[in-house]
């Protein structure tokens, strides 16, 4: 597993627009993967659109909402230095990876989408035939993906993402930017979301991975993880 690599994109942006409401990354969908990942010996380097701090979403550090994997990343000086100090996308765009990930979290909405450099990133990864995987309100880093055939990344894909029900729930969907579900719709994606809202979904699509939410962050990293065990 040591020449494998992995690249986990998080958000930089800590508020909702003019909102005044804190936000930031969804904590638990960077520590299952960051955990299992370490466990397999697979190097893991933690980005974000401008490099530096992350800001987490306060909602996400609920001890009720914390499992013993994410309170225990929490907990590791290690993790938090490594969630302090990220690389940029500028700073990792020329490597190779065999995985890149997309964590969520509000924040997510905000830089992920227009981002060019992380478009770039994206396009590379995934018409070399590596994989590319987003959870929850990461799916957004999708949406604006063109290919070299001139069409959207996520057009005639199966996938999922944070859906408009789940924002409802979340009582966030007067605040954000855009509806996902209905954005990634509008892309031609074949958007699929679990039976039950904030239940765990995660959907492949050859190499493409998504997770629909933050309740779907262990079976994702499972997923994603199970197969470079296989090579």
Sequence with gaps: MDNLKLLA???????FVNKNLRTGLWLSELTHIYHGAKKQGIQITVASP???????????????LMDEITKTCWEDSIFKNVLQHT??????SEF????????????SMYD???????????????????KVAAICHGV??????????GEYLVKDKKLTGFSRAEEILARKERVVPFDLETELKDRGARYEKALIPM?????????LFTG?????????????LQCFSKK
């Design 112 to 130: 992920f989408p227009d981002n060019i450099v992380l478009q770039a990133i994206l396009k590379k990864q995934y018409e070399n035939e590596k």
């Design 212 to 224: 629909e939410n933050p309740f779907s962050s262990k079976k994702m990293a499972e997923v994603i």
């Design 199 to 207: 239940t765990s979904k995660v959907v492949i699509d050859g190499n």
């Design 140 to 149: 957004c880093g999708l949406l604006n993906v063109t290919l070299a055939s």
């Design 96 to 107: 190779q990876f065999d995985c890149v990930y997309l964590a969520g979290g509000h924040g």
């Design 9 to 15: 994109i998080v958000t930089g942006e800590g508020e």
């Design 87 to 92: 690389k940029s996308l500028d700073e990792v």
């Design 50 to 64: 401008k490099g530096g701090d992350t800001p987490i979403d306060p909602e996400s550090l609920n001890p009720l």
